[in-house]
């Protein structure tokens, strides 16, 4: 992979992560249809497991959430790439939350999916 070639992927990665991010707070499931892998697979902050069909019914819709990262590194190995960030989200009720999030995107067909996702709350 040339550095112009990373360095477009970082980008590309960079937005994915931002709108996965958005998607949870707009309780957007068009979108993680879109850019989860057929065999997704996440672990929640309880360690149980749930693949893409259950991922993207926990997504009630209502009002929008307010989600944001932090501390987001990107680490690339070839056509894997490993996103590990933190996040806050403030709740309707003042409480802020915290949490990380590591998140396994796979080139496949020339596009990102995110293959896996790790979630646990602090």
Known sequence: MTIAARVGDLDILRELNRNYVRAAAESDVRWYADNLAADYVATNPDGSFVDKAGFLAR????????????????????????????FVDRRADGTVGKGRYTDAWVRRDGRWLCVSATFMRL
């Open 59 to 86: 997504f009630p819709g209502g009002p929008k959430k307010d989600y944001a990262p932090v501390d987001v590194t990107i680490q690339m190995v070839g056509d894997v790439a490993l996103i590990h960030s933190g």
